[in-house]
């Protein structure tokens, strides 16, 4: 199976630069471009998988690259929002995005949204990370479901991440600091205890 490739149309650098870096981690081929009409040329050459897409762009606006992108296919669109509010006025106008996140969001929520959506797609990398079990219990890293008895039990991305991190070494003890940045791949200062 080939390399699922992504494109990052976002104008902030510092945040192009985190996600590159993450999903170049997790294995996928990522280009990124900080305009609009840059970036729908870009796309045109790369032909990618899947498109982050930030909304606030210079040049054309990102629901314009989403309204040229969905006129040519269903390449599956991952928006960043400066705010949710923002994407509950903007779905109103059908832009035909998959997905979105807003910002800040942590690096790992995006990869988790990533792979969901190619997993959808059929576009999904092989997850090598195992389903820990323990009795009763049930964690899959590929579905991201954990199961408690067998029935399926509500998790954020977040609250996901911490358990699986957490399962998969048990005994030990971790700062708060220590799974912040394992989970969402930064040090937070401010985090919520
Ligand atoms: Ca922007």
């Known amino acids: 199976m080939a390399t699922p490739k992504i494109l990052i149309i976002e104008d902030e650098a510092k945040i192009r630069e985190v996600l590159r870096a993450y999903l170049v981690r997790e294995g996928y081929t990522v280009e990124d471009c900080g305009d609009g009409e840059k970036g729908l040329k870009k796309f045109h050459e790369l032909e990618p998988d899947l498109l982050i897409l930030d909304l606030m762009l210079p040049g054309i606006p990102g629901e314009k ?105 048990p005994g030990r003890v971790f700062r708060r600091t220590q799974l912040a940045s394992l989970v969402l791949g930064y040090d937070h200062d401010a985090y919520d205890r």
């Open 65 to 169: 690259v989403a309204a040229a992108v969905r006129q040519e296919g269903d390449t599956p669109i991952l928006m960043l929002t400066a705010k949710s509010e923002e994407w509950e006025r903007l779905r109103g106008f059908d832009l035909g995005a998959d997905d979105y996140v807003a910002k800040p969001f942590s690096p790992k929520e995006v990869v988790a949204r990533v792979k969901a959506i190619l997993k959808r797609t059929g576009k999904g990398l092989p997850d090598d990370r195992p389903v820990i079990e323990f009795p009763g219990l049930a964690i899959d890293p590929v579905s991201r479901e954990v199961r408690v008895n067998g029935a399926e039990a509500q998790l954020t991305a977040t609250e996901f991440d911490i358990l699986y991190e957490l399962a998969g070494q």
